[in-house]
C-alpha cells in the first residue's frame, strides 16, 4: 500500500509541474494534483483499516512489485524530462492521459476483496477520479489538438 501511495504522490509532482510550466492551465493541473494527494491519503487510510481487521479482507489480484517499481521510475523520469523541459504542451496530455489509463491506476477494485463498505467507498472514490481524470485529459489534448 505504501508503495501506491507513492505513486500518487509522484503523479501529484507530475501534475503541480504541469501547473508550473503551462500556467494558463494551472487550475487545471493543480485541481488533478490535489485529487493525486487526495488519493494517497485515501490509501494510507484503506492501509489501516486493513491493518485493524484483517480477517475482513482476502487477498485479490496482488500487484506485482518489479512492475509498480517500473511504473515509479517511469514517473520519476517523466519528472526530470518536465524538469528538463523536454515535453510540448500536446505530448504531455497524451502522457498524462496514458498515465490515468494504466493497469496500476485502473485495477485498484481488484486487489483486495471485501464488503467493509468503508474500504469500498475510498476505492470507489479514486476509481471515480482516475476515470473522470482520464476523460478531462481526453477533452482537453482534443481541444489542443484542434488548436494546432
Known amino acids: 500500500m505504501d508503495i501506491m501511495a507513492q505513486y500518487e504522490l509522484l503523479l501529484s509532482d507530475i501534475y503541480e509541474r504541469c501547473a508550473a510550466a503551462w500556467p494558463d492551465d494551472k487550475d487545471f493541473w ?18 489501516e483499516i486493513v491493518k485493524k ?15 509498480i517499481a517500473t511504473a515509479i521510475k517511469g514517473l520519476q523520469d517523466i519528472i526530470q524530462r518536465l524538469t528538463a523541459g523536454d515535453y510540448s504542451y500536446e505530448k ?10 494504466s493497469i496500476l491506476e485502473a485495477h485498484y477494485l481488484d486487489i483486495v476483496k471485501t464488503g467493509n463498505v ?10 471515480h477520479d482516475t476515470r ?8 482537453k489534448l482534443t481541444s489542443v489538438k484542434a488548436r494546432t
Open 30 to 47: 493543480l485541481d488533478i494534483a490535489h485529487q493525486e494527494i487526495q488519493h494517497a491519503e485515501n490509501i494510507r487510510m484503506i492501509k
Open 53 to 67: 481487521a484483517p480477517s475482513h479482507f482476502d487477498l485479490g489480484r496482488p500487484l506485482n512489485p518489479i512492475a
Open 92 to 101: 504531455i496530455f497524451f502522457i498524462a492521459r496514458d498515465i490515468e489509463n
Open 118 to 127: 468503508e474500504y469500498q467507498t475510498l476505492i470507489k472514490k479514486i476509481i
Open 132 to 139: 473522470n481524470h482520464s476523460r478531462q485529459l481526453q477533452q
